[in-house]
């Protein structure tokens, strides 16, 4: 191990993980000055933009010094930087506020919702530094060019699955406001998804041209006003001050995750008539996890390979083994639930939420707590 290379990668990262903050920061404060178009559209307000062109800035930033960071750790070790739960959870972190950068901001234009992903990004870093280990070389069952091949593959597609969920997760919210505030869900054919377009009809309906300004009869902040103001909070500082306290056991950090997810929580409740309609969330959720799907599927297949090599057999229902092969069957029923009629919308999101949950479940809980073939790889 190089010790200076280790120490100005360790530097770097505080850097990148600071930057990512501030941009999510930047990011939040950019939706709080977003305002809801005659379109139904959002629209941000000059001091929003510029803020927001801050937090880009900042967040590319973030990017260009976790990746110098992340090299230097590999030339530090001599060896691959994926190959423990700090470099795995710290590289799932940068790519997914890369893809998001990409795809939701610049491809969909969707910037005002980089301060999600940029939340779950620092909950991604906020794990890696409480599974901190030393650069150094690994086991001798790890030494194997596999190791580049089916780790990468499943580090990068669970940073896309993360994408992937914070759309899923929106686009539940705001459906289900639009549904509320459109009178019946009934009428948009259960998990189907067209409260969207009604939503957006009420809101254009709900503005005059006589008077030479556009009057608000159906208030946008309407579909806030229907959800419960209490339990947005709440429930996500229950959720993650559970799983924290479960995986780390640490009460102080218990408490700061859980008190940022409930800040998060209240910020989305506050963000719901400001985010992009249910159908347009939809659609970007299902096209990143199409996407990040076949990717997933090469990295159970590449880890099949690897098991011949290494254990002399292809699939031995490891814990691991099948953790994975579960999440890939959850991931193949949201895209297969998609294009089935009566399926598609609400339905086929929470099976995508439960996918990304077995996820989770997959990479931590059977790292940490799960005695396998894979228990080596700990942290």
């Not at 503005?207 to 909070?233: C, H, K, N, W």
């Not at 297949?301 to 699939?315: F, L, N, T, V």
């Amino acid at each position: 191990m190089n010790p200076q290379l280790a120490e100005t990668s360790n530097t770097l990262w505080n850097v990148a993980f600071l930057l990512y903050i501030v941009a999510m920061v930047c990011y939040f404060f950019r939706l709080a000055f977003t305002k809801v178009g005659v379109d139904g559209l959002p629209v941000s307000s000059r001091a929003g933009t510029r803020v927001g062109l801050v937090g880009t800035g900042l967040a590319l930033g973030g990017v260009a010094v976790h990746a110098v960071s992340v090299v230097q750790r590999g030339m530090a070790s001599g060896r691959v930087p994926w190959a423990n739960m700090f470099e795995y959870s710290s590289l799932m972190a940068l790519v997914a506020v890369a893809v998001g950068l990409v795809v939701v901001q610049r491809r969909f234009g969707y910037g005002h919702l980089m301060g999600f992903v940029l939340f779950v990004a620092v909950i991604a870093m906020t794990s890696a530094l409480l599974l901190y280990a030393e650069p150094g070389p690994v086991v001798p069952a790890l030494q194997s060019y596999w190791i580049k091949i089916h780790t990468s593959a499943a580090m990068a597609s669970s940073s896309i699955f993360m994408v992937g969920f914070v759309a899923t997760a929106l686009f539940l919210v705001k459906d289900t406001a639009e549904r509320r505030v459109a009178g019946s869900g009934a009428s948009f054919g259960g998990g189907t998804v067209g409260a969207a377009e009604a939503g957006a009809d009420t809101l254009a309906e709900g503005y005059e041209a006589d008077s030479g300004q556009f009057e608000e009869i159906a208030s946008a902040t309407a579909q806030r006003d229907v959800l419960s103001p209490v339990l947005f909070p709440v429930v996500p500082f229950l959720v993650v001050g559970a799983f924290t306290l479960a995986v780390w056991q640490l009460p102080v950090a218990t408490l700061i995750a859980a008190s940022a997810a409930a800040l998060l929580g209240a910020a989305t409740w506050y963000a719901v008539p400001l985010l992009p309609p249910a159908a347009r969330l939809d659609n970007l959720a299902y096209r990143v996890i199409a996407f990040a799907f076949p990717i997933w599927t090469f990295a159970v297949m590449a880890g099949a390979i690897w098991a011949e090599e290494a254990w002399g057999r292809y699939w031995g229902w490891d814990p691991k083994e099948t953790g994975s092969f579960f999440t890939w069957v959850l991931y193949a029923s949201y895209l297969h639930a998609r294009s089935t009629h009566g399926w598609r919308g609400r339905r086929a999101a929470w099976i995508g939420v439960i996918g990304f949950v077995a996820l989770m479940v997959t990479y931590y809980a059977v790292n940490l707590w799960v005695v396998g073939l894979h228990s080596y790889a700990g942290v």
